[in-house]
Nanobody, 115 residues
Framework: QVQLVESGGGLGQPGGSLRLSCAAS????????MSWYRQAPGKERELVAR????????NYADSVKGRFTISRDNAKNTVYLQMNSLKPEDTAVYYC????????WGQGTQVTVSS
């Protein structure tokens, strides 16, 4: 069965960095577009970043452009989100997403940015 397991969340300082990982299994990872979404309290879930199956193309929400970088390692079936220059408004639960016949979500990892 499809599994997406996020890790790497936690408490980050404003201006600091965190790196999220999502380990995937149960589907052909190297053929699948992968995305990171986030959901802050009281807000709708929003797309943060998306990466093509080969890793050659990516796109970002305007709010994270220039600060976050999505990448993937198809040999390890893992997608990453490097988050730099963190802001308090980045506080949210971050979810890994795959569309493989249907939409799959990870369980989410909490990111809190606070001094």
């Amino acid at each position: 069965q499809v599994q997406l397991v996020e890790s790497g969340g936690g408490l980050g300082q404003p201006g600091g960095s965190l790196r999220l990982s999502c380990a995937a299994s149960g589907f052909t990872f190297s053929s699948t577009v992968m995305s990171w979404y986030r959901q802050a309290p009281g807000k709708e879930r929003e797309l943060v970043a998306r990466i093509s199956s080969s890793g050659g193309r990516s796109n970002y929400a305007d709010s994270v452009k220039g600060r976050f970088t999505i990448s993937r390692d198809n040999a390890k079936n893992t997608v990453y989100l490097q988050m730099n220059s963190l802001k308090p408004e980045d506080t949210a639960v971050y979810y890994c997403n795959a569309v493989y016949g249907q939409i799959y979500w990870g369980q989410g990892t909490q990111v809190t940015v606070s001094s």
